[in-house]
Every structure is written in structure tokens, then in C-alpha cells.
């Protein structure tokens, strides 16, 4: 196994595969620094946006001033953590049944649910916006958890389902006989055990929510409007507005980025969505 | 109190009958040994009589009352896993209190009773580890102590020690036949381990395909198989079986005689035979011998000092006295 | 594990996730359906009358429909295909032996966390502009005419950039794969004579399979769906040049306004959703046991 492997071998591999990744990462790193110039300064050439002057913080307050971040970015808030929330309100059950009590048609049920995931948005487009307009329910924060819930439920069961496979069933057994009601076997015994599994499908799924962008453009427009919403807003330019355009898009991934970067290790579970081991 | 009667009992996985109707008695009190060969359903009996299987017909019942429609938690029983099943999120202080948190007990009674398992099973010094952190002998051990605190009316074992090595084995053997003692609680217990079987059993039941072969003591189903099923299968090494021409001498369709009643000898015997492999195990010594009796090598156990050269004719006797007979139906012939 | 009493708990567990799938696949399938059938304006006020498969004809015969088509299946195999290349390669190389590798592999990872707006925002107007983008600068620098990628070529430019996006599940999904191969393997490749090429060809590559076919699944699905790369870069165009169906069908129910002629592309899309899904799931399902 442990082939030596010389320092010159590993300095190579290192910048090679060092500068793709950089390649790869450059548009966030570039944002991020845009963010910081004024706006002249902005859109000069590369190497004088490096070296060059004109650093400042004004581009984040003119955004707060002129798009509100904090509504925005509450709303994702609310709408991501809520989606999920109550998701998984629904998807422990069922996938403790499925995982637990599988019948015959388990499989079956399973594939079918994820076969709703086909459903392109756009095929039932119409129909949700209408309802959503007849209830009353457009732009409003609530029905856009729903509609996010219901977007991320198959992933949400099929990846519980996944976790929840691999825990013994005896052990859920042995709560059983040891006098624990459905309730509590699934509050005290499974949640606990499957907590890794739990905490990537959480992470994920809040990724997927934060930055869908279909139902999320289409269904908002001021009120519940999340970060999606606002960075589209900067679409069409106004004069010179790189630095804002960086500032806002800054502020609109930041959070994502540092939460998918923290949990990495449970991400990857989540991502490969318990399919590759 | 455990008394357990099995009355018609069946268990079908869909189409497929795993135990035809059976009745069986369990008095309280009583170490009842479940043995068969893998498959033959004694795991499956064993969640009948937990209740985390319905049965598909019959009646169990539980110190007189019945329990066939009663769930898991209120038959008053308690089961130790293979797996060992333990909550691997808990530390072994709230393993073992868990079946008395559900209960509803106050916090001072449970710590009481663990502390109490604690000491009879040697974890005290482990009360506050994962059972992550535990050796596979304590984490029975835990096991153990998570079925004792809730003063069950019975103990259900399946296969508890298949996952320790040997010396461990031996170990928990004694560790549970003094609980066993001391409790005088009924067990039912499910082994493959012969061993296990003989010497903790009050009662073997021995199953074949979901059938009862044969109830009794360790001793009786020794001495006296009711049918070659059992004459094979209790015993290690197994009985000698011989059909054929030697059997029909002795009017039987089978004879069986064990490996520790054939005398062996350089000059004279009843049948001729060539020794094969030896096994020297120190104490006694195992001769694989081919006779002309049947094609089947016979076994033979000696004291451990015989030494015998591969290839070697030799003679073998059957004590008369221990010669067990079946008949055409495999039946004991008295 | 299984007694009635189980079997009838699993099935009240089951139900509201069974029943809320349901409703939301059956209701507004059933209403879409129903639209397509109607002349539906939401501009023209008035009865809604039955047309039967009027504006299933419109869709399908507007020249919009084929390059819409088209361009989906550009989009949906040309993403799949630069991900999927660069995934493995990006897999590979993060193997190998070197330093600071978790520092690489966030910024590999990175684009996945970034919403598809800001993605596209970004590439088009700091990217890809061609007076003030950094590809414009640098062609410039070097003596080249700019590209100017929304105007000559946004189906490429938008395939790009949703790769971008993509690229890191695909490097996530292939790289943990890549490090469950047993490296005996490898080695007893390597002293039966096997050279690289042939051992990427006949050990790693077949490895890797059920991986890929796990991303070509998954993204797959997202991907016939792409809508805000589109919204907020080229809006379909210039023309209908980089319209895929789902930003046609947008362009139709909501900025027409024309309800039924929406619908109608809605189960056009749904039926070609499907058509994918049933070759899809036969490929995971044969997987999923495996
Ligand atoms: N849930 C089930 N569904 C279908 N068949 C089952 C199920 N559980 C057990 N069986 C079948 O019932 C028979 C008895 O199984 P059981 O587990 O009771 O055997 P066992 O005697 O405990 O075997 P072992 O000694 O290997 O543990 C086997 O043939 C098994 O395949
Ligand atoms: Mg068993």
C-alpha cells in the first residue's frame, strides 16, 4: 500500500490540481473582491482591480439601502428552514414505515415518489399559480414553504429511508419490548441514532430550498420574496453596478456557502443521496 | 411467575408454513433450550412468544392469561439480541433504566434498580460509557441488565453469545446459569451451541423445519433420541448412524451407537476397519475409522493418551448396551 | 418486525406524506390537462370555451417549439456530458497524493452552494461581458476581438454556466466513489501488466459506473427543469436561440398570460419528463438493488 511518494511528485500534483481547482473557484473569489471597489474601479482591467485603489464597503450598504437584504434574507431563512421543518414532520414517519414495516409494495411506493420528483414545475406551473392566486396565497411566505416542501419531500424520504436502512431493526425492537410506544421508539431510539443521517438530508435540503430558483422567481414578488428574488432584481443594469451586482451576490451566497462549507462531511453523505458509499 | 403455553401455534410468512401448529408447555422457572439446525424457525417461535410476530393461528399463553393479541411491551417478558440490540446513543446507566423510563418510574427508583443490575452483572465501573466503548462481553452484559430491572415473568435469549469468542463464551455460559439460579426466573434460550444446549438447559427442544423433534432433559434426549433427527443432532461428536446389513442384524432400519461406546482394538472386534484421520484434542482423541459397516467413517472417542498409525487396521466393538435402534420411519425401537 | 399492530401503524405513518404527494401530483396535473383543452386567456376576460387540441397545435407547430426542443436537449446533454468528463477527471487528480487537499476540494465544492441567479449574474456581466468581463479583458489584452457569448452564442454560454454549477456534484458523487475502490485491486492490475490507460479503462471507469449513473439520474432531472440561468441572462434569446421548453412555457402562461396554450406545453413537457423518467428509473432501479 504505502508507496513513497516524493515531495516533488506531491508539489506537482499539488499546483496542478491547485490551479483547476482556483479555476474553478475564481468567479466567487472574483465577486468577492469586486464587492469591495467603487464602482469605477470595478470594471478596470483585472489586474488593476487587484492593485489598484478604490477599496471601500459602500457597495453592501448601498444594496441594504436600495434592495433591503434583511427582508430577503429572512425570507429565505424562513422559507428554507420552514420547508425542511415540516418535511421532515412528514418524512420520519414515513420512512420509518417503509424502512421498518416494508410490505411488498414498498419498493414500489419509494420509486413512485421519487417518479413525482419528474413532475417538471413548469408542467404544473399554471394550475399552482392560479390556485395560489384564487386562495390568496401568492408572494406570501407560507405558500412557498409549502410549494418547497412539497418540491424536496421525495428527497426527503428517499434519503431518511437510506439512513434509516441502515440501523437494526432489532434495536427498535428491543425498545419495543422494552415498553417504548411508537412515539417514543421513533423520539428516544431511531431520531437519536440517526442523527448524521438526519443532519445531511437537513443540510441539503435548506441548499436546495435557499437556492431554488423556479417557484421561488414565479410565485414571489415583493413581500415574500427570498434572496433568489432579490439578486434577480439586478438583472438588468442600471449604469455601473458591478460592485453592487458583487456585494449583493456576496451577500446573497455567503450564508450558504459557509454553512455547506462547515458541514461538509454530512453534505457529501446528504449529496450522494445515500446512492454512492 | 412464567409460565408459557404454546396451544396450535403456526407462523406462515405469506405462503410459506415456517411452524406448522405446535404445543408446548414452559413451566415457571424452567431454562428451556431451543436447538435446531439454521433456519428450522427458533428464532421465529422466539418473537411468537415476544410478540414481534402474530401468529398465524393458535394460542399462546402467558401465566394463564393469553396473550395472543397482547403487544410486545405488556406481555411482561424481556428479550436479549444477538446484536445485542443496544441504544448505542445512551450510556449504559440509561440503557439500562430505558424499559424503567418507560415505565413511568421516578428517577430515584430507576437509579436504585440499576444500581442494583449494575452490581449483579459487574458494570458498575461502566455505567457511564457508550456501549461503543464496551467490550462484546460487557455489552451483553448491559443487555443482560437492561432485561433484569424490569422484573420480567420470563427471559427470551436468542443465540446471546454467538458473538463472543470462545473463552468469553464459556464465561457467560456460567454468568447466565447462575442468574438463572438465583432468579429462578423462566429462560427460553436459542443456541446452535451443543454445548450451551447440554449444560445450561433444564428442558431442549429440539425443532427440525418448525417441528418439535423431541422435549426433555439434556439427559434424556442423550440417552434415549426419540428418532435419528435427534440421535444426529445432540451430541458432539455426532452419533454413529449405520443402515444397511449391520442394521438389519440387530432388526432395525438404523442403528446409532456414539463415538465414546466403541471399544477399539489392534486384534478382535466386530468390524474390520482401516483408521483414517485422528483428532487429538488432548483430553480425548477422535478416530475416523472406514469399516466395512458403512460407508460413512465411524467415530471413535478414546482417552487422549491412544495413538493409532493412519492406515492401521484395527477392530471396533459397539457396547451392546448402548446401541440405540430406529426403525424404517426413523422411529426409536425400544 | 412485522405484527398487525406494526403494519397498521406503518400505514397511518405512511398516509400524509402518500396523500399530500398525491394531491400535489393529481390536482394540478388534472387542472393542467384540463386547461389545455380550454381557450384560456387571463387577459381576455370572459368563458373559457372547449377547443379540444387547438392549443396543442399552436404549441407544437409554433417554430419556437423545435428550437426549444432542440436547445433542451442540447442543454440537458451538454451539461451532462462536460460534468460528467470533468467530474471523473477532477475526481482522479483529487486522489492523488497532495497537499492542502481539503482546501482544493472546498473550492471545487463552492459553485454548488451558489443560487443559480447569482451564478448567472455573475458569469454573464463579470465573466462574459465582452467590454468589461475578464474574458473580454483578457482577449483584449492578448490582441483578440471579444467574444460576445449572450449575443453569438448563449445556448453555449448558458450550458457553461450551468456546468459550472453542476460540475461539483458530479466531482462529490464520482470522488467518494473514487475512494471506496479497493487499491489491491489496482495493484494487482499493476502487476498483471496493466498499464494506466488499461486500468482506468477496465477497473476504475467500471467502478465508477453506478456513480455516473447516479449523477446522470439526478441531474438529469434538474436539468430539464433550468429556468433562472435563462430568466436573468439571455431571457430565451437573442430570438428563441437559447429558449429550452420550460422557459417557452413560462414565456407562454406567464408573460402571454395565455393560460391554455401553457397547459398544453405543460403536458408536453410532463409527457417528455416521463418518457426520460421510466428510461432513468429501469437504470436506477436495476442499480438500487445492486
Ligand atoms: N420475515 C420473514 N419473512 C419470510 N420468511 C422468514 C421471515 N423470517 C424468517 N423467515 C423464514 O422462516 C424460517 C425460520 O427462520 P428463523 O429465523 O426462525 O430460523 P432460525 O432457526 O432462527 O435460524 P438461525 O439458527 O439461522 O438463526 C427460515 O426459513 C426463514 O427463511
Ligand atoms: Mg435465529
Redesign the pocket.
Given at each position: 500500500m504505502a508507496r513513497a511518494v516524493s515531495t516533488k511528485t506531491k508539489v506537482i500534483n499539488t499546483a496542478i490540481v491547485g490551479t483547476l481547482g482556483f479555476l474553478v473557484f475564481f468567479p466567487i473569489l472574483w465577486i468577492a473582491i469586486l464587492s469591495f471597489k467603487t464602482e469605477e474601479n470595478a470594471i478596470r482591467a483585472p489586474l488593476e482591480v487587484l492593485f489598484g485603489s478604490g477599496w471601500t464597503f459602500e457597495s453592501y450598504f448601498t444594496v441594504q439601502a436600495r434592495s433591503d437584504y434583511f427582508k430577503h434574507f429572512s425570507n429565505s431563512v424562513i422559507i428554507s428552514v420552514g420547508s425542511t421543518f415540516f418535511g421532515l414532520l412528514i418524512a420520519v414517519p414515513a420512512a420509518w414505515a417503509m424502512a421498518f414495516v416494508p410490505a411488498k409494495r414498498t419498493k414500489d411506493l419509494l420509486m413512485w415518489m421519487l417518479s413525482t420528483k419528474m413532475l417538471p414545475p413548469v408542467g404544473v406551473l399554471v394550475p399552482i399559480y392560479l390556485i395560489f392566486r384564487d386562495l390568496g396565497i401568492l408572494d406570501t411566505r407560507s405558500g412557498l414553504v409549502f410549494v418547497l416542501m412539497m418540491m424536496n419531500l421525495p428527497i426527503i424520504i428517499w434519503m431518511l429511508y437510506t439512513y434509516f436502512k441502515e440501523i437494526p431493526g432489532e434495536i427498535l425492537e428491543a425498545a419495543r419490548m422494552d415498553g417504548a410506544t411508537l412515539r417514543e421508539e421513533i423520539l428516544y431510539v431511531l431520531t437519536p441514532m440517526a442523527v448524521p443521517g438526519i443532519a445531511s438530508t437537513v443540510l441539503l435540503n435548506i441548499i436546495l430550498a435557499w437556492n431554488e430558483a423556479f417557484w421561488t422567481l414565479n410565485l414571489t414578488a415583493a413581500r415574500a420574496a427570498p434572496l433568489t428574488q432579490f439578486i434577480a432584481s439586478y438583472s438588468s443594469p442600471e449604469g455601473l453596478f458591478y460592485a453592487k451586482l458583487s456585494a449583493a451576490s456576496v451577500m446573497a451566497i455567503a450564508p450558504i456557502l459557509i454553512l455547506g462549507w462547515f458541514s461538509q462531511k454530512q453534505l457529501v453523505r446528504g449529496l450522494t443521496f445515500g446512492a454512492v458509499k | 411467575m412464567g409460565r408459557i403455553i404454546l396451544d396450535k401455534v403456526t407462523k406462515s410468512?405469506g405462503e410459506?408454513e415456517?411452524i406448522p401448529p405446535l404445543d408446548l408447555e414452559i413451566d415457571d422457572g424452567e431454562f428451556v433450550v431451543f436447538v435446531?439446525p439454521?433456519?428450522?424457525?427458533?428464532?421465529?417461535l422466539l418473537r411468537l412468544i415476544a410478540g414481534l410476530e402474530d401468529v398465524s393461528g393458535g394460542h399462546i399463553s402467558i401465566d394463564g392469561k393469553d396473550a395472543t393479541e397482547i403487544p410486545p411491551a405488556k406481555r411482561g417478558l424481556a428479550m436479549v439480541f444477538q446484536s445485542y440490540a443496544l441504544y448505542p446513543h445512551m450510556s449504559v446507566r440509561k440503557n439500562i433504566a430505558f424499559p424503567l423510563r418507560m415505565a413511568g418510574l421516578d428517577k430515584a427508583e430507576q437509579e436504585k434498580r440499576v444500581m442494583q443490575a449494575a452490581e449483579v452483572l459487574n458494570l458498575t465501573d461502566y455505567l457511564d460509557r457508550r456501549p461503543g466503548q464496551l467490550s462484546g462481553g460487557q455489552r451483553q452484559r448491559v443487555a443482560i441488565g437492561r432485561a433484569i430491572v424490569r422484573e420480567p415473568a420470563a427471559f427470551l435469549f436468542d443465540?446471546p453469545l454467538s458473538n463472543l469468542d470462545a473463552a468469553l463464551r464459556v464465561g457467560m455460559r456460567l454468568e447466565i446459569s447462575e442468574l438463572h439460579k438465583r432468579l429462578a426466573t423462566t429462560m427460553i434460550y436459542v443456541t446452535?451451541d451443543q454445548v450451551e444446549a447440554m449444560t445450561m438447559a433444564d428442558k431442549i427442544v429440539v425443532l427440525q423445519a418448525g417441528v418439535i423433534e423431541q422435549v426433555g432433559s439434556p439427559l434424556e434426549l442423550y440417552q434415549r433420541p426419540r428418532n435419528t433427527f435427534v440421535a444426529g443432532f445432540i451430541g458432539s461428536p455426532k452419533m454413529n448412524l449405520i443402515g444397511g446389513a449391520e442394521a438389519e442384524k440387530m432388526g432395525a432400519a438404523t442403528i446409532g451407537i456414539r463415538p465414546e461406546h466403541i471399544e477399539i482394538s489392534d486384534t478382535e472386534g466386530t468390524w474390520k476397519g482401516r483408521v483414517g484421520v485422528s483428532e487429538h484434542l488432548g483430553s480425548d482423541t477422535f478416530f475416523h475409522v472406514q469399516t466395512e459397516a458403512s460407508p460413512e467413517p465411524i467415530t471413535v472417542r478414546t482417552t487422549g493418551e491412544k495413538a493409532l498409525e493412519y492406515g492401521q487396521d484395527v477392530f471396533l466393538t459397539p457396547r451392546p448396551e448402548h446401541l440405540h435402534r430406529f426403525d424404517a420411519a426413523g422411529l426409536r425401537i425400544e | 418486525m412485522a405484527t398487525k399492530a406494526s403494519r397498521a401503524a406503518a400505514r397511518l405513518m405512511i398516509s400524509p406524506a402518500v396523500l399530500l404527494l398525491l394531491g400535489w401530483m393529481i390536482v394540478p396535473l388534472a387542472l393542467t390537462l384540463y386547461f389545455s383543452f380550454l381557450r384560456y386567456n387571463l387577459i381576455t376576460p370572459g368563458a373559457h370555451p372547449f377547443v379540444g387540441w387547438e392549443n396543442y397545435y399552436w404549441f407544437v407547430t409554433d417554430p419556437s417549439f423545435k428550437v426549444a426542443m432542440v436547445n433542451t436537449l442540447q442543454l440537458v446533454g451538454g451539461v451532462l456530458l462536460i460534468t460528467v468528463v470533468g467530474g471523473v477527471i477532477f475526481a482522479l487528480l483529487l486522489d492523488l497524493p497532495m497537499f492542502g487537499q481539503g482546501i482544493i476540494r472546498i473550492m471545487v465544492i463552492a459553485p454548488f452552494f451558489v443560487m443559480p441567479t447569482v451564478s448567472a449574474l455573475v458569469w454573464k456581466n463579470m465573466l462574459m461581458n465582452p467590454v468589461n468581463g475578464i474574458f473580454g479583458q483578457i482577449a483584449k489584452a492578448f490582441g483578440f476581438q471579444p467574444i460576445d457569448f449572450m449575443g453569438q452564442i448563449p445556448l453555449l454560454s448558458i450550458i457553461l454556466i450551468v456546468s459550472w454549477q453542476w460540475l461539483p456534484f458530479a466531482t462529490l458523487i464520482l470522488f467518494t466513489a473514487m475512494q471506496s475502490l479497493d487499491r489491491e485491486q489496482l495493484e494487482a492490475a499493476e502487476m498483471d501488466g496493466a498499464r494506466w490507460p488499461s486500468r482506468f479503462i477496465y477497473i476504475v471507469l467500471p467502478h465508477l459506473s453506478r456513480a455516473i449513473t447516479v449523477v446522470i439520474l439526478i441531474q438529469t432531472i434538474f436539468l430539464l427543469s433550468v429556468f433562472a440561468e435563462i430568466l436573468v441572462t439571455t431571457n430565451g434569446g437573442p430570438g428563441t436561440a437559447s429558449t429550452n421548453l420550460t422557459y417557452l412555457i413560462y414565456v407562454s402562461s406567464l408573460l402571454q398570460f395565455d393560460v391554455g396554450m401553457g397547459s398544453a406545453g405543460g403536458v408536453i413537457a410532463i409527457i417528455l419528463a416521463n418518457i426520460v423518467a421510466i428510461f432513468l428509473m429501469r437504470m436506477i432501479g436495476k442499480n438500487l438493488d445492486a
Amino acid at each position: 500500500m504505502a508507496r513513497a511518494v516524493s515531495t516533488k511528485t506531491k508539489v506537482i500534483n499539488t499546483a496542478i490540481v491547485g490551479t483547476l481547482g482556483f479555476l474553478v473557484f475564481f468567479p466567487i473569489l472574483w465577486i468577492a473582491i469586486l464587492s469591495f471597489k467603487t464602482e469605477e474601479n470595478a470594471i478596470r482591467a483585472p489586474l488593476e482591480v487587484l492593485f489598484g485603489s478604490g477599496w471601500t464597503f459602500e457597495s453592501y450598504f448601498t444594496v441594504q439601502a436600495r434592495s433591503d437584504y434583511f427582508k430577503h434574507f429572512s425570507n429565505s431563512v424562513i422559507i428554507s428552514v420552514g420547508s425542511t421543518f415540516f418535511g421532515l414532520l412528514i418524512a420520519v414517519p414515513a420512512a420509518w414505515a417503509m424502512a421498518f414495516v416494508p410490505a411488498k409494495r414498498t419498493k414500489d411506493l419509494l420509486m413512485w415518489m421519487l417518479s413525482t420528483k419528474m413532475l417538471p414545475p413548469v408542467g404544473v406551473l399554471v394550475p399552482i399559480y392560479l390556485i395560489f392566486r384564487d386562495l390568496g396565497i401568492l408572494d406570501t411566505r407560507s405558500g412557498l414553504v409549502f410549494v418547497l416542501m412539497m418540491m424536496n419531500l421525495p428527497i426527503i424520504i428517499w434519503m431518511l429511508y437510506t439512513y434509516f436502512k441502515e440501523i437494526p431493526g432489532e434495536i427498535l425492537e428491543a425498545a419495543r419490548m422494552d415498553g417504548a410506544t411508537l412515539r417514543e421508539e421513533i423520539l428516544y431510539v431511531l431520531t437519536p441514532m440517526a442523527v448524521p443521517g438526519i443532519a445531511s438530508t437537513v443540510l441539503l435540503n435548506i441548499i436546495l430550498a435557499w437556492n431554488e430558483a423556479f417557484w421561488t422567481l414565479n410565485l414571489t414578488a415583493a413581500r415574500a420574496a427570498p434572496l433568489t428574488q432579490f439578486i434577480a432584481s439586478y438583472s438588468s443594469p442600471e449604469g455601473l453596478f458591478y460592485a453592487k451586482l458583487s456585494a449583493a451576490s456576496v451577500m446573497a451566497i455567503a450564508p450558504i456557502l459557509i454553512l455547506g462549507w462547515f458541514s461538509q462531511k454530512q453534505l457529501v453523505r446528504g449529496l450522494t443521496f445515500g446512492a454512492v458509499k | 411467575m412464567g409460565r408459557i403455553i404454546l396451544d396450535k401455534v403456526t407462523k406462515s410468512f405469506g405462503e410459506v408454513e415456517v411452524i406448522p401448529p405446535l404445543d408446548l408447555e414452559i413451566d415457571d422457572g424452567e431454562f428451556v433450550v431451543f436447538v435446531g439446525p439454521s433456519g428450522c424457525g427458533k428464532s421465529t417461535l422466539l418473537r411468537l412468544i415476544a410478540g414481534l410476530e402474530d401468529v398465524s393461528g393458535g394460542h399462546i399463553s402467558i401465566d394463564g392469561k393469553d396473550a395472543t393479541e397482547i403487544p410486545p411491551a405488556k406481555r411482561g417478558l424481556a428479550m436479549v439480541f444477538q446484536s445485542y440490540a443496544l441504544y448505542p446513543h445512551m450510556s449504559v446507566r440509561k440503557n439500562i433504566a430505558f424499559p424503567l423510563r418507560m415505565a413511568g418510574l421516578d428517577k430515584a427508583e430507576q437509579e436504585k434498580r440499576v444500581m442494583q443490575a449494575a452490581e449483579v452483572l459487574n458494570l458498575t465501573d461502566y455505567l457511564d460509557r457508550r456501549p461503543g466503548q464496551l467490550s462484546g462481553g460487557q455489552r451483553q452484559r448491559v443487555a443482560i441488565g437492561r432485561a433484569i430491572v424490569r422484573e420480567p415473568a420470563a427471559f427470551l435469549f436468542d443465540e446471546p453469545l454467538s458473538n463472543l469468542d470462545a473463552a468469553l463464551r464459556v464465561g457467560m455460559r456460567l454468568e447466565i446459569s447462575e442468574l438463572h439460579k438465583r432468579l429462578a426466573t423462566t429462560m427460553i434460550y436459542v443456541t446452535h451451541d451443543q454445548v450451551e444446549a447440554m449444560t445450561m438447559a433444564d428442558k431442549i427442544v429440539v425443532l427440525q423445519a418448525g417441528v418439535i423433534e423431541q422435549v426433555g432433559s439434556p439427559l434424556e434426549l442423550y440417552q434415549r433420541p426419540r428418532n435419528t433427527f435427534v440421535a444426529g443432532f445432540i451430541g458432539s461428536p455426532k452419533m454413529n448412524l449405520i443402515g444397511g446389513a449391520e442394521a438389519e442384524k440387530m432388526g432395525a432400519a438404523t442403528i446409532g451407537i456414539r463415538p465414546e461406546h466403541i471399544e477399539i482394538s489392534d486384534t478382535e472386534g466386530t468390524w474390520k476397519g482401516r483408521v483414517g484421520v485422528s483428532e487429538h484434542l488432548g483430553s480425548d482423541t477422535f478416530f475416523h475409522v472406514q469399516t466395512e459397516a458403512s460407508p460413512e467413517p465411524i467415530t471413535v472417542r478414546t482417552t487422549g493418551e491412544k495413538a493409532l498409525e493412519y492406515g492401521q487396521d484395527v477392530f471396533l466393538t459397539p457396547r451392546p448396551e448402548h446401541l440405540h435402534r430406529f426403525d424404517a420411519a426413523g422411529l426409536r425401537i425400544e | 418486525m412485522a405484527t398487525k399492530a406494526s403494519r397498521a401503524a406503518a400505514r397511518l405513518m405512511i398516509s400524509p406524506a402518500v396523500l399530500l404527494l398525491l394531491g400535489w401530483m393529481i390536482v394540478p396535473l388534472a387542472l393542467t390537462l384540463y386547461f389545455s383543452f380550454l381557450r384560456y386567456n387571463l387577459i381576455t376576460p370572459g368563458a373559457h370555451p372547449f377547443v379540444g387540441w387547438e392549443n396543442y397545435y399552436w404549441f407544437v407547430t409554433d417554430p419556437s417549439f423545435k428550437v426549444a426542443m432542440v436547445n433542451t436537449l442540447q442543454l440537458v446533454g451538454g451539461v451532462l456530458l462536460i460534468t460528467v468528463v470533468g467530474g471523473v477527471i477532477f475526481a482522479l487528480l483529487l486522489d492523488l497524493p497532495m497537499f492542502g487537499q481539503g482546501i482544493i476540494r472546498i473550492m471545487v465544492i463552492a459553485p454548488f452552494f451558489v443560487m443559480p441567479t447569482v451564478s448567472a449574474l455573475v458569469w454573464k456581466n463579470m465573466l462574459m461581458n465582452p467590454v468589461n468581463g475578464i474574458f473580454g479583458q483578457i482577449a483584449k489584452a492578448f490582441g483578440f476581438q471579444p467574444i460576445d457569448f449572450m449575443g453569438q452564442i448563449p445556448l453555449l454560454s448558458i450550458i457553461l454556466i450551468v456546468s459550472w454549477q453542476w460540475l461539483p456534484f458530479a466531482t462529490l458523487i464520482l470522488f467518494t466513489a473514487m475512494q471506496s475502490l479497493d487499491r489491491e485491486q489496482l495493484e494487482a492490475a499493476e502487476m498483471d501488466g496493466a498499464r494506466w490507460p488499461s486500468r482506468f479503462i477496465y477497473i476504475v471507469l467500471p467502478h465508477l459506473s453506478r456513480a455516473i449513473t447516479v449523477v446522470i439520474l439526478i441531474q438529469t432531472i434538474f436539468l430539464l427543469s433550468v429556468f433562472a440561468e435563462i430568466l436573468v441572462t439571455t431571457n430565451g434569446g437573442p430570438g428563441t436561440a437559447s429558449t429550452n421548453l420550460t422557459y417557452l412555457i413560462y414565456v407562454s402562461s406567464l408573460l402571454q398570460f395565455d393560460v391554455g396554450m401553457g397547459s398544453a406545453g405543460g403536458v408536453i413537457a410532463i409527457i417528455l419528463a416521463n418518457i426520460v423518467a421510466i428510461f432513468l428509473m429501469r437504470m436506477i432501479g436495476k442499480n438500487l438493488d445492486a
